[in-house]
């Protein structure tokens, strides 16, 4: 990891990272990582190359960084896990707009899920202490042929036929993102799941509604719940995300205004509360006490 964060600051170009998850049946997890750079000038392009040639003698220092987390979960979770097939690629590509410098990490989670009962796909414990996107980071996870989305917690910015999609930047708290599939076949003879603009919206056996499924998604998280203040909403959405969150994304869960969330979060501020740390145009709000 360290190599590409070094590589990042030495070509002072923003960097793009998309993390491809295939779910398969059997509870493994296919992953490709993607770090993609754009190279607009002779310089970028050979500080790549030079980068890129050590880089790809440190494939097994990676994997074993890989190995570490996945021994650790499996540890915690007490489920067998392994990493199969690992294998780093580096290429230049050309594209429309220009040179790109590709970096393509691929393995295989074993016992990346776990399954219920019923054999429904259970995702998302492995994420001990949560996940995090920074901007210009977008996690992909494919649904595997035969089941369909039951549970998404929280929900997606986008999604596809066959895929759900978060995009940076986003803080997860603990266990997060977590997914259930089910069989298709399982499914009762209910509304289908319905979806509207990037936002999941999922209505269990209810009909779908006519307005935007994003609005519908975060004014049913951030509601006001009888008697509860203004403060509270606040301090609720905080925890929800396991005490860690952008001030952006309070405001848009909450319903209530910038100008408001900002003179709650001074209050908490001031009385040691919550704490904000200013990472690029946003504020992320820290849970104190």
Request: aromatic share 8%; glycine share 10%.
């Amino acid at each position: 990891m360290l190599w590409i964060i070094a590589l990042a600051t030495a070509l002072t170009l923003p960097s793009y990272t998309m993390y491809h998850l295939t779910i398969l049946p059997d509870g493994s997890a296919g992953w490709v990582i993607e770090h993609r750079f754009p190279l607009s000038t002779p310089d970028e392009i050979e500080i790549f190359k030079k980068m890129t040639t050590h880089a790809e003698n440190l494939t097994s220092d990676y994997s074993a960084r890989i190995g570490a987390i996945v021994s650790n979960a499996s540890r915690v979770l007490g489920r067998s896990m392994s990493i199969e097939g690992f294998s780093i690629d580096v290429e230049t590509v050309e594209t429309v707009s220009g040179k790109m410098g590709l970096i393509r990490i691929e393995f295989t989670w074993k016992g990346f899920t776990k399954t219920t009962p019923s054999g429904a796909i259970d995702l998302g414990d492995v994420f001990i202490g949560g996940f995090y996107l920074s901007e210009g980071e977008t996690l992909r996870i494919k649904i595997p042929a035969g089941f369909e989305v039951a549970e998404a917690r929280p929900a997606p910015t986008d999604k596809g036929a066959d895929y759900l999609e978060w995009r940076g930047r986003m803080v997860f708290t603990d266990g997060e993102p977590r997914l259930l599939l089910r069989h298709a076949a399982a499914q009762p003879q209910a509304p289908a799941l319905q979806w509207g603009g990037p936002t999941l919206l999922y209505i269990a056996g209810g009909a779908a509604a006519s307005i935007s499924a994003a609005y519908i998604a975060y004014s049913l998280r951030g509601r006001k719940k009888p008697g509860e203040s203004e403060l509270d909403i606040v301090i609720r959405i905080i925890k929800r995300h396991g005490g860690v969150v952008y001030q952006s994304q309070i405001v848009r869960e909450s319903g209530l205004s910038k100008s408001t969330v900002s003179t709650i979060l001074k209050m908490l501020e001031s009385e040691g509360r919550v704490m904000r740390v200013r990472e690029g145009r946003e504020n992320i709000v820290r849970l104190t006490r």
